[in-house]
């Protein structure tokens, strides 16, 4: 399941707030569908990837909260609504190691593009921040409890850093592709990922059937009918 979001924002009530920012735009039966369709991904535990607006609703999804509006509530805050053309780098962002997102993409800054005014505050249970802006805003998401939870903040469909591919090929291994395409994701994350020295460090496992990232081959060893192949680096 992708969740794209929009020109519109989730309902301040959804996530407990008693006020409304002026800025904030509703669509509400296009956020109750997605909001029913997310949760319901998520009980099935069905791969997700929220993407801008799909971040910020997937974090409600999962028990967080919103800022309504990026200008009045971050001190500093960087433009987060580029006025270049979307398809250009609005600002970079850092990416947390040791996190799904990290796996993927395998660096630990990314050029993305910037096209929003709300951003995750408070995330959910369970939720890890996998990566921020300069200015402290938290520009991705991800929940390891489920087979592939992920949200981002920029627009990985424009393709402006070599790892927005990787996101959507990390997605479709997920959720059972090309095997070929499993084995590519691996081997390019693999690439990227600093040496670790030390006797079994730096020690990738990947699941071929499912296309999961493991850093300790017991992480898999539960999971019926799932081989793994290893990489050192």
């Given at each position: ?64 909260t919103l800022i309504q509006h ?41 050029a993305v593009n910037s096209a ?39 627009h990985p469909e424009f393709s ?74």
């Open positions: 399941l992708i969740v794209t979001g929009g020109d519109f924002d989730v309902d301040p009530a959804l996530f407990g707030a008693a006020v409304r920012h002026p800025s904030v735009s509703l669509k509400p039966s296009r956020t109750e569908f997605e909001f029913a369709i997310t949760r319901g991904a998520l009980e099935l535990n069905i791969p997700v990837l929220g993407i801008c607006g799909g971040q910020q609703l997937l974090n409600v999804v999962l028990g967080g990026i200008p009045d509530e971050v001190a500093g805050a960087l433009v987060h609504e580029q006025p270049n053309p979307r398809d250009e780098p609005g600002h970079a962002v850092t990416v947390v190691p040791d996190t799904l997102l990290h796996l993927i993409c395998g660096a630990t800054e990314l929003h005014h709300q951003a995750a505050d408070v995330v959910g249970d369970g939720v890890v921040v996998d990566a921020l802006a300069p200015d402290g805003v938290i520009e991705g998401i991800e929940a390891p409890g489920y087979k592939f939870c992920l949200g981002v903040q920029w402006i850093d070599p790892a927005d591919s990787r996101i959507f090929a990390a997605l479709i291994a997920a959720a059972g592709g090309d095997g070929a395409l499993a084995r590519q994701l691996n081997e390019d994350a693999l690439a990227k990922l600093p040496k670790v020295e030390g006797s079994g460090a730096g020690q990738l496992y990947m699941a071929p059937e499912t296309g999961r990232l493991f850093k300790q081959a017991e992480d898999i060893a539960d999971k019926a009918g799932d081989s793994y192949v290893t990489a050192e680096r």
